[in-house]
């Protein structure tokens, strides 16, 4: 079952352009929920992180909204960059991380 | 600071052999995990370890997969016999887990590319 739900499963963005991913989660026990940016043959890297007693954390170009009720999360990728080309995965955890499915962005020059 | 180091980075066998996969955690890390992470899929926990303990390892398939973490520093991870189905990458990551209960950041390693014929 998975316990995170991401989308889209692809992205395709402009130089300069947001970049928006959506996650949704089901088990209200999670407290900390982390996105991670993956390029080909490499492990994921945290990009940026939130724990739910806040609605919104930015670091740089990279910004998480949380809604707590709704059980979703996001990421916007302002001013995106080809660099910024990878995979994203959210994840959501108590102990252990359930990522989602993986977003693949492609930021054309 | 060198990060986690896994070994090794390829490794493609024949259906039904064993393979091992290696895992350095970064320095003073208690806590380790192995992931699988199918194509195009987000990793997967298999095996969770808090210093030498296994704390969980209800993802773990028993019958093929073993894992240790002896001295609670390097970790080795087993497939005997491997199926085809196994051929996927091995993310090992490590994280100091502090007396707070936060989780804290897992660092994963480069991952082993595993391809079963």
């Known amino acids: 079952q998975q316990q995170v739900k991401q989308s889209p499963q692809s992205l395709i963005v402009q130089k300069g352009g947001i970049s928006i991913i959506n996650c949704a989660y089901e088990?209200?026990?999670?407290?900390?929920f982390p996105w991670y940016q993956q390029f080909p043959g490499k492990g994921p890297a945290l990009l940026i992180a939130?724990?739910?007693?806040?609605s919104e954390k930015k670091e740089g170009r990279f910004t998480i909204s949380f809604n707590k009720s709704a059980k979703q999360f996001s990421l916007h990728i302002m001013d995106s960059q080809p660099g910024d080309s990878a995979t994203y995965f959210c994840?959501?955890?108590?102990?252990?991380?359930?990522f989602g499915k993986g977003t693949s962005l492609l930021v054309t020059p | 600071e060198a990060g986690v180091v896994q070994s090794p980075r390829y490794k493609i066998i024949e259906k039904k052999q064993p393979v091992a996969f290696w895992c350095n955690p970064i320095?003073?890390?208690?806590?380790l995990y192995w992931y699988r992470q199918n194509l195009g899929q987000g990793p997967e926990l298999l095996i969770r370890?808090?210093?030498?303990?296994?704390?969980?390892d209800s993802q773990l398939p028993k019958d093929r997969f073993s894992a240790e973490r002896l001295k609670g520093v390097d970790s080795t991870l087993k497939i005997q016999p491997a199926e085809l189905g196994d051929s996927a990458v091995y993310l090992c990551a490590s994280s100091f887990r502090g007396t707070s209960g936060f989780q804290e950041t897992q660092y994963f390693g480069p991952g082993t590319r595993l391809l079963v014929l």
């Open positions: 994840a959501a955890s108590g102990y252990a991380l359930n």
């Open positions: 320095s003073g890390h208690n806590t």
């Open positions: 939130i724990r739910p007693d806040v």
């Open positions: 370890y808090e210093n030498e303990e296994a704390v969980d």
């Open positions: 088990n209200t026990a999670f407290d900390y």
